[in-house]
């Protein structure tokens, strides 16, 4: 009997069938960036002081520009190392006092500058930013500045719960069914978000949407390698995960034009209540799916849908048979099978592992950029550009190379580039911007051959299950990484980079 390749190989591997469904499933790929790397804008921090009362009207009084105010009123402003000092505490003094001198205001208040008392910043924060994140608005600095890494670990936690239940339901119930539940419930957090009125309840909607979206993104890659022959597998499933860095730019470009959070929230959640109708009536069930699960009446009305589409016939020898199963029958997946056999489980280790260091590095390396000073949104640009030379890599090399030898120098490269950005000076600053692309590069190489490869070394009927439960350590990480980010950047700067 035949397979659904054979078969593939006459009515079209990549025709227009198989093209409209990858182009309607890149847009669920586009759309999942929001979630993975939204804590870049949605919790941007500014830079910020102590609001202190009584400094407006002083300055406004002495005439002051805006750095000579920070200079006179805010504790080491400027100063290097200083920066808890100028961003957490203020001068305890009434700048409202009568008699204070513009040349020196905190002299002719205590006389001695070392002997200014330091306070905490009891009237709030003044931020230096037009528009909003979540930090702005919930004070989310300073001695509260560990609840912005929960905020990301919160979305991490949900990929790593989500990991097996989604995967599971992919498998169990079907690609389709999985992407149209998830997407709906991501939407219904998404609007949830904008109107919440406090951080606890943010939370806990960004949870939820991190228990779905991962799950939904995977069925949706998984979905698009299986309605194509052979020969197009690797390529769809690289342009599928381009299809996030054009994502990448397309937020960059929405959050510069919607510096305000919640709007920013709305406006690229909206979008994918498209995707739910455009989904049931234009996507169709994975083939592969429906004959691993033994129901090939439905299979068989599939394909002569993707031949009817495809303007081709099925062969007349093609249309009586039944589909001879790639995995040998109807089965249940199960976690078991994931460490039956040994190679099995030597696959399932290794990929663990790289699942977890390919989500530190690149997650870390993004919420990194965050923090060094200079446009957000140009530095954000520059990151996502280089993620498209990365698949052109991928797809010039995996045939005529292999899979091992891309992928572990894509790691070496990643991790060396990392260190060497760390250690360049800051006055090489054109050295450094290389090194910190090189590592941006190699890391995407990287995260997205292990997500390629997943697929490969795992039969139809526990593939989504394989790659999900693999890709569970990808979410340990992801929930590390705000606190490696946030804490160890308080110490050195360049210390989160070391630890990648």
């Known amino acids: 009997m035949p397979t659904l390749d054979d078969i593939l190989e006459h009515i079209g591997e990549f025709d ?13 790929s586009a759309a999942f960036t929001p979630v993975y790397v939204g804590v870049v804008f949605f919790g941007f921090t500014p830079e910020h002081h102590c609001f202190s009362p009584g400094v407006v009207e002083l300055s406004q009084r002495c005439g002051w520009s805006l750095e000579e105010q920070l200079n006179h009123t805010v504790p080491e402003w400027g100063s290097h190392g200083a920066a808890y000092s100028s961003r957490c505490s203020r001068y305890e003094v009434d700048w409202n006092a009568t008699g204070v001198s513009c040349t020196d205001p905190l002299g002719s208040l205590v006389g001695n500058w070392s002997s200014v008392p330091l306070g905490p910043c009891q009237d709030g924060w003044v931020y230096d930013y037009p528009g909003t994140s979540i930090v702005t608005e919930f004070n989310l600095v300073c001695e509260d500045s560990w609840k912005l890494d929960l905020f990301q670990s919160s979305v991490n936690a949900g990929f790593f719960i989500g990991s097996v239940n989604i995967g599971y339901i992919a498998d169990r119930f079907g690609r389709k ?19 919440v009125p406090s951080y606890l309840w943010i939370v806990i909607f960004r949870f939820l949407q991190g228990l779905v979206s991962k799950g939904c993104w995977t069925a949706g890659y998984i979905l698009v390698t299986e309605v194509v022959g052979p020969q197009y597998r690797r390529t769809v499933g690289i342009l599928y995960q381009a299809a996030f860095s054009v994502g990448l730019l397309v937020f960059d470009a929405i959050a510069y034009a919607i510096p305000h959070w919640r709007w920013l929230q709305l406006t690229v959640t909206l979008p994918c209540c498209f995707l739910i109708l455009l989904y049931y009536w234009c996507l169709p069930e994975s083939p592969r799916w429906l004959i691993s699960q033994g129901k090939t009446d439905k299979a068989k009305k599939i394909v002569n849908d993707i031949a009817k589409k495809n303007r081709k016939k099925m062969p007349s020898h093609f249309e009586d048979i039944k589909f001879e199963d790639e995995d040998g029958g109807k089965q249940s997946p199960s976690l078991i099978d994931l460490v039956r056999t040994p190679q099995m489980r030597k696959n399932t280790f290794i990929l663990m592992y790289n699942w977890f260091t390919s989500s530190i590095l690149y997650q870390g390396l993004i919420m990194h950029m965050g923090l060094m000073g200079g446009n957000i949104y140009l530095d954000f640009l520059y990151s996502a550009l280089v993620e498209f030379p990365a698949a052109f890599i991928i797809i010039v090399t995996i045939d005529r190379v292999g899979r091992r030898y891309p992928w572990a120098t894509a790691n070496l ?19 450094k911007l290389i090194a910190a692309c090189l590592g941006r590069m190699g890391i995407t190489i990287a995260f997205e051959m292990v997500c390629f490869v997943n697929t490969e070394l795992y039969p139809t009927y526990i593939r989504n299950l394989g790659v999900m439960v693999c890709s569970a350590l990808c979410d340990v990480g992801g929930i590390a990484v705000p606190f490696i980010v946030y804490r160890l950047v308080e110490i050195w700067h360049e210390l989160p980079l070391i630890v990648f």
Do not use: M, S, Y
């Not at 409209?20 to 669920?28: A, E």
């Open 16 to 28: 227009r069938f198989q093209k409209q469904t990858f182009f309607v499933l890149c847009l669920l």
């Open 177 to 195: 069914f999985c992407l149209l539940t998830t997407i709906l419930a991501n939407v219904v957090c998404g609007i949830l978000l904008v109107f």
């Open 413 to 431: 490269v990643a991790g060396a580039a990392c260190l060497a950005t760390a250690l360049i000076p800051e006055d090489l600053h054109w050295l």
